[in-house]
């Protein structure tokens, strides 16, 4: 056994923070593993929000396809009977008393699992936190239909076409897996809501520009051909090699000088961590993201875990990180259960292993992209196999605790 671990039996105070795709699964697994046994152990979670964000459905709920109750799950619903969940504000940790701090009471523990996910990176790039809005959340998602809706009122009473135009148009910084897919959706809904305000449906646009030469950076030539041609047919202008620069009341101002005019303007373009690691004095990597060992433990403090996008985890074979995805936070959430579940059973730890299962991503509402299996694919088929996964995460949910909540 490892030095740093727990003794079979000892008193544990498992403290888990944040209910995403890491926390939530490594809660529940614990919770299923542990069953009415060991009483020794306390297990708490924290989140500031009463239920779990299926994130990876926000683009739905933003094009107006989803109902957001749909991508929220009530955590009283899911959680073991041990579980203890306390809904506060998380504001930082004391690492040397074994607190962690909240906007109420500080909560003890002996073990913590960091698991407090990311945020929207606005790199420095003047005016973009005020003028872009972010697609990260419900509330987020719900905040992009609702600034549309509202440009696409005001265009009814604009001046001239142009105007009515300018208004109408959507632009969407970052052209990664988030940003196509918020295209693709609202490619299909715009049309929709200018019928609704009487306006013409022509008028509406979508801009899609990002900084580097291709769309789905990182991923296959031949998947991000097919995605391009899937937005086009979609009728979604897509502007690569544009950095912005900054932004203005006018638009996004490009590093060469064009401004990119539009009604509505969400910024996609990458994620950083939490805040509350920056000078929290654990060791952080690229993004802020925390570095951790092979158990997926934090440098130099063995008694803190960090799972899901705040961990900074180097893929063996590109000697990168691993990129901020659910399906990685899912492996690193179920690698800190198992190796909590080992402390308290006196077992070896086992070091984190990451085996991807390729990449799906839906481009619009009947269609889609995905290298999966070493094979391409787009079309039909690639939007079901987006849909067969959502459906495998909620029944992985189900499965492990009872939840049946489909939308
Ligand atoms: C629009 C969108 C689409 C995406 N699509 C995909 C996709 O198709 N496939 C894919 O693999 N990945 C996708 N991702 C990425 C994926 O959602 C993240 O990688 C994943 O959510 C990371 O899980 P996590 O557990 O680290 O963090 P999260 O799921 O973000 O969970 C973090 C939790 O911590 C809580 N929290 C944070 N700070 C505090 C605080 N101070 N106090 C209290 N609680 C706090 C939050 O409320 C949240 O519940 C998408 C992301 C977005 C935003």
């Known amino acids: 056994m490892d030095e740093t671990t727990a003794r079979p039996g000892e008193k544990q105070e498992i403290v888990i923070a944040g209910a995403g795709y890491a926390g939530l699964h490594a809660v529940l697994r614990l919770g299923a593993w542990l069953e009415d046994k060991h009483d020794e152990v306390g297990l708490t979670l924290v989140d500031r929000y009463n239920y779990h964000q299926i994130l990876t459905e926000l683009p739905r709920v933003a094009g107006g396809a989803r109902p957001a109750e749909d991508v929220r799950v009530p955590l009283r619903e899911v959680l073991d009977k041990r579980v203890t969940f306390v809904q506060a504000t998380i504001t930082g940790f004391d690492f040397a008393g074994r607190r962690l701090l909240t906007e109420a009471d500080a909560i003890p523990y002996t073990r913590l699992v960091l698991a407090l996910g990311s945020r929207p990176n606005d790199f420095g790039i003047p005016g973009l936190a005020e003028r872009a809005l972010t697609l990260w959340s419900v509330e987020d998602a719900r905040k992009v239909l609702a600034a549309i809706d509202t440009q696409f009122a005001s265009a009814v009473s604009a001046d001239d076409r142009a105007e009515q135009a300018r208004r109408m148009t959507v632009v969407i910084g970052g052209a990664g897996a988030t940003g196509v897919e918020l295209a693709g959706e609202l490619a299909e809904e715009l049309p929709d809501i200018a019928r609704r305000h009487g306006l013409d449906p022509a008028l509406a646009r979508i801009i899609l520009i990002d900084a580097g030469p291709t769309i789905l950076a990182g991923s296959s030539p031949g998947l991000i051909d097919r995605a391009n041609g899937i937005l086009r047919d979609l009728g979604v202008e897509v502007r690569t090699n544009s950095r912005v620069a900054r932004a203005t009341e006018d638009g996004f101002v490009l590093l060469s000088g064009d401004t990119i005019r539009g009604g509505v303007f969400v910024w996609a373009g990458g994620v950083k961590a939490s805040e509350l690691v920056a000078g929290s004095g654990l060791p952080v990597g690229n993004n802020g993201r925390v570095k951790v060992d092979q158990y997926l433990r934090a440098l130099d403090r063995p008694e803190v875990y960090v799972a899901g996008d705040l961990a900074s985890v180097t893929d063996p074979e590109t000697g990168r990180a691993y990129p901020p995805t659910a399906q990685v936070a899912l492996a690193e959430g179920k690698t800190v259960a198992t190796n909590l579940f080992a ?40 939007h079901l196999l987006k849909d067969a996964i959502e459906w495998e995460y909620r029944q992985s949910v189900k499965h492990l605790r009872g939840w049946s909540a489909i939308g």
Do not use: C, M, N, Q
Request: neutral net charge.
């Open 343 to 382: 402390e308290i059973a006196g077992r070896p730890l086992e070091p984190f292993e990451y085996d991807s299962k390729g990449l799906v991503v839906s481009v619009g509402p009947r269609s889609g992209v995905a290298d999966v299996a070493g094979r391409t694919i787009g079309g039909r088929l690639a």
